[in-house]
């Protein structure tokens, strides 16, 4: 068993990398600077993660002088209630900022959280914003003990009681501005002290001074080196321990090799080194990545507001029921959600049956069942008949978008070829570039010293694989945007280059290339009383479903009279037990799963009575011609429909005749087809309505919901159009196409640049501190190309650019 000895002998920790200071406590043979840092270690060591420490030595969080903070009011139900973003009683879901997430073994432990603490079922990081998402399990654990935890550990949260509280981020980061600031006042004052030299006075008439001279520009260049080019070196010795050479590597090499050889000819009386060079080539570099980061920051975040779906909801007003988007809804509120549709707020429930359907939140697809009063989650899905509920706490966009973007929508797949070529390039990049540098090096080291490091140094700081990696965030970025500004919302920047690689495209029927609304429908069958429309209607009203919600719209007249025992049956129909009576709208086969019979039409049976039939005719979207017939050019176009074949002539003088279309397909047919197309090599996109085809549109490749609601909104899918916009669908697709195109002019524009770049260095015809400023404009040019060029393409195009 180990012991615990206190030492003197001065010492790094073994945790943290911090200097241990006059006192060491030794634990397992290892040294620390507190009893804090030790605990961490022993945790991890006992539950067997001390891989922690083998991504990145003394990557940990100092404990000394900090004392673990007391969590006790995270027990009370209130606290507990503003911290959480979701919970059913069994699993709960919370996010924290933890600001002291640094590196990649911050990020690896705290998504193996579920090892030191059994009841976490997940923990995911997302890095750039220092947050930390973590579903656990309420009989294992707690939120305090979860808390306790990460402050144990040593990412004690900020703990914001308010979600809907904006944290502003900035734009740039503080330290930059004091690096840039130390940076900027050692160059100027190396140059005055160079003056001189540069005036080409002769060192030896008053070698005293210039060695004084040369001692000062060693001290002003030291804390440049050291602090202001810190992350310049961390970011290369991180990539080099890992067996990465990343873009720091030769900048790193850069700034030691001009640091070395500076500090050896003052030191050895040879000459009066480059420190000026290498102050303003670690200026140029900061200034240079400040104006990317301001730059960046700008058109990102405009990316990313603009791109967010505007999710609606029914709100229930005097007058009647109005639409309205994510933004205008108030505490207060009365929702109505049918069944299908997303919650889209903290709510309490006030009458009819929940259930609540939270997979889209934790992944779990068993309802949960919620009575009059209780407290009903944003993300979850009614899959029942129409509740209504209260808004008790509005719930940003924002997370119902990143709950689009979690683990548990992402699709299995290939990278695009814009992507592999982009990490290929990445690659091989830093390897040239380094063996060029070496070449150089010694190609002009026999003739001249002087440009031979000038030379070797500009080779490393000039080349830039930046531009590649930039290029298609920025790019894809600003045409998620565009698209988003037409109506057409896609989940992220991969679904852009996805969407450029599609070859077939497969089409459903009902509400995707019909009207889910003002469709004509005409009835046959025994005359309805008005009690029996009153029934069809309030059976409708519970559904989400085009034909539905067209019923639901013909009988508007009619009262709503109380349902229970709702239930919906996925590509078939719905029944529920309206004021005491069995009602059944749906297909024939639905009513009468014993029949044989095939007949067209909705179909409607009240109290065990067959009653008629509702057909829907002349329900066509406008231009659909035109938009298959321009699709067909470059597609190969196949129709799925849960329907019967009574439309098929019609369908074919639409689609043509080589097209291959499937009738009466279930959801499970549908997948299938879809599966079974991708097994041949097929780059399928789905564009159905979400109803009855969720799983084939996550299946395929792109999968597009078609909506004349943006209410009906479904996570399985990559995108969102509205219908008003389907005469479009060609435009968008093309425009996917081309944006591919400006990537690969960006990929050209770098190559042309390196290649004229290294040109001039090689010769020593660049200076470094030129090569420095050159390096980061380039990244720029590269970004404003790519969205300057797709915007021009959009405006070609007569999309919109802007709301």
């Not at 929508?409 to 540098?437: H, M, N, P, W």
Request: charged share 20%; proline share 3%; with cysteine.
């Amino acid at each position: 068993m180990s012991q615990d000895v206190i030492s003197s002998v001065a010492t790094t920790c073994y945790h943290c990398g911090e200097d241990c200071g006059s006192h060491i406590v030794e634990h397992d043979g290892k040294n620390f600077c507190c009893d804090g840092c030790k605990v961490v270690y022993s945790i991890l060591q006992e539950n067997d993660l001390c891989n922690y420490y083998t991504l990145n030595e003394a990557s940990g969080v100092s404990f000394k002088r900090r004392s673990i903070e007391r969590y006790s009011h995270l027990d009370n139900q209130d606290v507990k209630d503003k911290l959480l973003d979701f919970t059913d009683g069994n699993q709960s879901r919370v996010h924290f900022h933890l600001p002291q997430i640094h590196c990649s073994s911050c990020l690896w432990l705290l998504e193996n959280l579920n090892r030191l603490d059994p009841g976490v079922l997940q923990s995911r990081v997302n890095f750039l914003k220092k947050e930390v998402t973590i579903i656990y399990e309420e009989k294992t654990t707690s939120i305090r003990k979860v808390v306790e935890l990460l402050a144990t550990l040593g990412y004690a949260p900020v703990l914001n009681m308010d979600r809907l509280e904006q944290t502003k981020v900035s734009a740039v980061d503080k330290s930059l501005y004091y690096k840039i600031g130390l940076a900027g006042f050692a160059f100027g004052n190396i140059m005055l002290l160079s003056f001189p030299e540069y005036l080409g006075m002769d060192a030896n008439t008053d070698s005293t001074f210039a060695r004084f001279f040369g001692y000062l520009n060693i001290l002003l260049a030291l804390p440049v080196v050291v602090y202001s080019g810190f992350d310049y070196l961390r970011s290369a010795w991180q990539g080099l321990k890992q067996g990465h050479l990343n873009i720091d590597v030769p900048v790193s090499l850069g700034i030691l090799a001009l640091f070395g050889r500076s500090v050896f000819e003052i030191l050895s009386h040879t000459g009066a080194g480059y420190l000026d060079s290498l102050a303003g080539l670690i200026f140029f570099l900061l200034v240079g990545k400040w104006f990317q980061q301001k730059a960046y920051h700008t058109i990102s975040f405009d990316r990313d507001y603009k791109s967010y779906f505007p999710m609606a909801t029914t709100v229930v007003r005097d007058h009647g029921e109005e639409i309205l988007t994510l933004d205008q809804l108030k505490k207060g509120d009365q929702l109505l959600i049918r069944n299908g549709e997303l919650v889209p707020a903290d709510a309490i429930l006030l009458n009819g049956e929940g259930r609540i359907d939270y997979s889209f939140v934790t992944g779990e697809s068993q309802p949960v069942v919620a009575v009059s009063g209780e407290k009903v989650y944003a993300g979850g899905r009614q899959v029942g008949g129409t509740i209504r509920l209260e808004v008790i706490e509005k719930v940003a966009q924002s997370y119902l978008t990143s709950l689009w973007n979690d683990n548990i929508f992402d699709k299995q797949q290939e990278q695009g070829t814009t992507s592999r070529i982009a990490d290929r390039v990445a690659t091989f990049f830093t390897v040239v570039i380094l063996l060029v540098a070496i070449s150089t090096l010694i190609y002009w080291l026999p003739y001249d010293r002087s440009i031979a490091f000038h030379a070797f140094t500009a080779v490393l700081i000039v080349a830039c694989p930046c531009a590649v990696a930039l290029s298609i965030p920025f790019t894809f970025g600003n045409v998620m945007r565009i698209l988003g500004n037409n109506h057409f919302y896609l989940k992220n920047i991969q679904v852009v280059e996805t969407m450029a690689e599609i070859k077939q495209i497969v089409f459903d029927k009902t509400g995707t290339i019909t009207y889910g609304q003002g469709a004509k429908s005409h009835y046959e069958g025994d005359p309805l009383s008005a009690r029996d429309k009153a029934l069809i209607r309030s059976l409708a009203h519970q559904s989400s479903h085009p034909v539905s919600r067209q019923i639901d719209s013909e009988y508007h007249d009619s009262p709503l009279l109380e349902i229970s025992d709702f239930v919906s049956k996925e590509g078939l129909g719905i029944r529920g037990t309206v004021d005491g009576v069995e009602v059944i709208v749906g297909s024939y086969r639905f009513i009468k799963p014993e029949s044989e019979e095939k007949y067209d039409g909705t179909w409607i049976e009240i109290g065990g009575e067959m009653r008629g039939a509702i057909t829907q005719s002349g329900r066509y979207r406008q231009y659909l011609r035109q938009v298959v017939a321009d699709l067909a050019r470059q597609f190969t176009m196949y129709l799925l429909t849960g329907d019967n074949n009574r439309e098929k002539d019609t369908l074919y003088s639409i689609f043509g005749a080589s097209t291959q279309m499937e009738f009466e397909q279930s959801p499970q047919q549908k997948l299938g087809f879809i599966k079974a197309m991708q097994r041949d090599g097929a780059k399928v996109m789905m564009i159905g309505d979400g109803l009855n085809d969720a799983g084939a549109l996550k299946q395929s490749d792109v999968g597009v919901v078609v909506t004349e609601e943006v209410n009906n909104f479904v996570p399985s899918c990559d995108g969102i159009l509205d219908a008003n916009q389907f005469s479009r669908l060609p435009v968008f697709l093309r425009f996917s196409r081309l944006s591919r195109g400006v990537v690969y002019g960006a990929y050209i524009i770098a190559l042309i640049y390196n290649i004229i770049g290294l040109s001039f260095a090689v010769q020593g015809l660049l200076s470094p501190v030129i090569a420095a400023i050159l390096m980061p404009l380039s990244s720029v040019t590269i970004v404003l190309f790519g969205m300057g060029l797709s915007t021009l393409i959009a405006n070609r195009l007569g999309m919109r650019n802007s709301e």
